[in-house]
């Protein structure tokens, strides 16, 4: 009976593993391809990376300008097995090439063609897909230089008149857009602390230049200040006018106008009885002053540390 049985299921396995054999093969095959397939399946991944990017810009005689920020690199996402994506990160992503060198081109457009990716391996999402550009003409013109002061003169002393530039313009490059609404070039201030009166001349250096803007010429330019004492001014008006040498003499007009400048502090001590115009007639050469006579005499007025304007400057005198 145990013979029989055991008979029984040799010839069962025998036929089950030997019938349809290239059937129960391909059936293998299948099952293997597949178990392939779905382990592949379950090692694919996502992964994002920073690709670089590379642009040909116009050369400098296109006299063009692209005003767009471009990024150094944009975001590509990768699909691929695991192995496939680290062996390609670790030997890093060919940069992205554009060629914007005819410098009319409005947009770029990333593309999945425009990556070197080995096989295995695709790109699902491309951040940003584009980027839009804009171009300005090159242009150059001249621009005044504009100096300025810093610090504070020594007490008595200003700056007179205005600081003297030499050139006094300079040649400016650039998109036309940033170079039309330049009123001036600046220059580094020039500094007057303790100078007392006289003329000084200093080579400043030029401010650099706005971003995209360029400077043609010499970085620095020559500043020359003048300072001079610090001066007020005084009127006294109808002062009558003294005459010295002859006594009762007639003078026409008989009062003048004074102004009298000087330091600040001397004008603020003046007073009126202090301003005294004068003719004197011993000073004229050639005139007897022993007989009757007329002649036109300058007015001088004399006021210690300052100096005076008269007018009319000269009156008529007969003695």
């Not at 013979?3 to 293997?32: C, M, P, Q, V, Y």
């Not at 990160?89 to 940069?95: E, N, S, T």
């Not at 080995?118 to 013109?141: A, F, H, K, S, Y």
């Amino acid at each position: 009976m145990t013979r029989d049985l055991l008979g029984a299921l040799w010839t069962w396995f025998r036929i089950a593993f030997t019938e349809n054999l290239g059937l129960k093969a391909l059936s293998l095959a299948f099952a293997i391809g597949l178990f392939v397939y779905q382990k592949g399946q379950q090692d694919q991944q996502q992964r994002t990376v920073a690709v670089g990017v590379v642009m040909r810009l116009p050369t400098e005689t296109a006299k063009r300008e692209l005003m767009t920020p471009i990024p150094a690199s944009i975001h590509v996402t990768l699909k691929g097995s695991s192995r496939a994506i680290d062996q390609l990160i670790q030997a890093g992503v060919a940069p992205v090439e554009i060629d914007l060198r005819d410098g009319q081109r409005q947009t770029v457009t990333f593309e999945a063609r425009m990556f070197t990716l080995p096989p295995g391996i695709e790109i699902t999402i491309i951040d940003p897909p584009n980027i839009d550009l804009d171009w300005q003409d090159v242009v150059t013109r001249q621009i005044p230089l504009q100096a300025s002061i810093t610090g504070k003169p020594a007490d008595g002393f200003v700056l007179k008149g205005e600081l003297e530039v030499d050139p006094r313009e300079m040649t400016v490059r650039g998109p036309v857009g940033l170079v039309e609404v330049m009123q001036y070039v600046r220059l580094a201030a020039f500094d007057v602390s303790g100078l007392t009166e006289g003329t000084y001349r200093r080579p400043i250096a030029i401010d650099a230049p706005p971003n995209r803007v360029s400077y043609i010429g010499p970085r620095s330019a020559t500043v020359t200040a003048t300072l001079a004492r610090r001066v007020s001014e005084a009127r006294f008006p109808k002062r009558t006018i003294e005459v010295i040498g002859v006594p009762n003499a007639v003078v026409t007009p008989r009062q003048v106008d004074v102004s009298v400048i000087g330091p600040p502090e001397v004008i603020r001590a003046l007073r009126a009885e202090q301003v005294v115009p004068r003719v004197d007639l011993t000073q004229i050469e050639g005139v007897d002053l022993k007989t009757h006579g007329s002649a036109t005499v300058k007015v001088s007025v004399d006021v210690a540390d300052a100096s005076a304007e008269v007018q009319p400057p000269t009156v008529a005198v007969k003695w």
